[in-house]
């Protein structure tokens, strides 16, 4: 073979993979506001009563009553000038991918401002709220915007792969969970194992999620777990958990995307008196909980792994009744924030829900707390989004112990398969379905 034809050969594929390194390194970046926004939500959240024991004073009594506020003014924009900002992000990128040519409008540059902007004066109203549809919507709309910008750049892939690979990214980049970030690229966006999609998206994961580790956001979120349990226990406590956590998050999608159809034409004919409902609701919630009904749901997993503070944990009839209120907290207070429009995410708040339900359970059992969250939280997260995979991936990358694998495991896929009982078409796509159907306002 002519040395000269071998050299091409070799450049061709070092040059498609430092394109992707810089790819992925572009959607870590464009995370990084996000990911900022994300940890002061955290520390704001941790000034509560309810992580530090302390009483309500004036400056607490504000951060709760913030939605009140602030969601009449993100309704009224979202109803007005920021009508493109509204809504999750996922569904916004599904569509762009099976309709490409919605992608300029859905994933430009404006619509992609005003999400995250709308997003972030959410978070830091500390309204329950995950951010993977905001980071999903940044790494598809970089994907789109080198693209057109470097018609060269990746002249291999098609733009509709970029963009299924950026929004992977984007999951990876703002969790700093490269696996998670490619097995959601199959698992939800593309239905199917590519090989040709694939690779270049664990790539693009691997560079996204560098940034983000190297900024700060740590590889496991919740800490390293290290409580080890035999394996025929994990499975022996993963089916009850995994029934019930499953149920828990399968109703909390069906409850979202009923609310969502109901409250829509509502809240878009008149946002600001809506706005003021659910926001005073919210922050009512926020009052009676101690501030626990707050945030994405991570600093109360956090919390509820720690033994800084107490939590209401079943140990008496006084505290299994503060144990089902917060439970019930923390599956009403992101139905009503995700359901009004506001862009957010669903991952951290159906963790939370299965993680309070988990290690309640267990505890009120004599067993394992530590245990019944990590089995809690991933039938939770599947029962929602259906998808046992990368619920597994993001369950290990929080808790930091692959000794729990079996029972979370068996948890995520009971969780699933419940999950898709009580809510038969997975949400992302039901809410892409909703989105697309005109608006009908109610009658007066």
Not at 75 to 84: C, D, I, N, T, Y
Not at 422 to 440: C, D, R
Request: with cysteine; aromatic share 6%.
């Amino acid at each position: 073979m002519d040395p000269a034809f071998r050299t091409v050969r070799l450049k061709r594929p070092l040059a498609t993979l430092l394109q992707l390194v810089v790819f992925g390194g572009a959607v870590g970046v464009a995370c990084l506001p996000l990911n900022m926004v994300d940890g002061w939500q955290a520390q704001l959240l941790h000034g509560l009563p309810g992580f530090n024991n302390q009483a309500w004073h004036l400056g607490t009594l504000a951060q709760a009553l913030a939605p009140l506020v602030v969601m009449p003014v993100l309704l009224w924009l979202q109803a007005g000038r920021f009508k493109s900002g509204a809504g999750s992000g996922i569904p916004q990128t599904i569509e762009s991918i099976e309709e490409p040519g919605s992608a300029s409008t859905l994933l430009g540059l404006k619509p992609t401002i005003q999400r995250l902007s709308l997003w972030s004066a959410a978070s830091l109203a500390l309204m329950p709220l995950g951010r993977e549809g905001p980071v999903v919507q940044v790494g598809a709309s970089v994907a789109l915007a080198l693209k057109k910008r470097f018609p060269r750049l990746l002249a291999g892939f098609s733009e509709t792969n970029l963009v299924t690979i950026g929004a992977g990214a984007g999951l990876a980049g703002g969790f700093n969970s490269p696996l998670m970030g490619t097995v959601f690229v199959f698992e939800e966006l593309t239905g199917r194992f590519l090989p040709s999609v694939v690779w270049p998206a664990l790539v693009v994961c691997l560079a996204a999620a560098l940034v983000s580790n190297l900024t700060g956001t740590p590889v496991f979120i919740l800490g390293l777990i290290q409580a080890p349990e035999a394996e025929w226990v994990q499975l022996v406590l993963a089916l009850p958990v995994g029934l019930v956590g499953g149920w828990l998050g399968g109703l909390f999608a069906r409850l979202l995307f009923h609310t969502t159809a109901w409250l829509k034409p509502r809240v878009n004919r008149r946002p600001l008196a809506w706005g003021v409902a659910l926001g005073g609701c919210l922050a009512l919630i926020a009052l009676l909980s101690g501030g626990l009904s707050g945030g994405d749901g991570e600093a109360l997993m956090g919390h509820l792994l720690g033994d800084s503070g107490s939590l209401p944990v079943p140990g008496s009839p006084i505290d299994l009744i503060g144990w089902l209120l917060l439970l019930a907290a923390r599956l009403v207070a992101p139905v009503l924030a995700l359901g009004a429009g506001i862009p957010g995410g669903l991952i951290d708040p159906a963790f939370a829900i299965g993680a309070v339900f988990g290690s309640g359970s267990l505890e009120l059992l004599g067993g394992n707390g530590q245990l019944g969250l990590a089995l809690g939280m991933a039938a939770g997260l599947a029962g929602a989004t259906q998808l046992p995979l990368m619920t597994i991936l993001f369950s290990l990358r929080m808790m930091g112990d692959q000794q729990w694998l079996f029972g979370m495991l068996l948890s995520a896929v009971i969780g699933a398969v419940i999950g898709r009982k009580i809510q038969p078409e997975p949400i992302y796509h039901a809410l892409w379905g909703l989105g697309k159907k005109p608006i009908k306002s109610p009658a007066p």
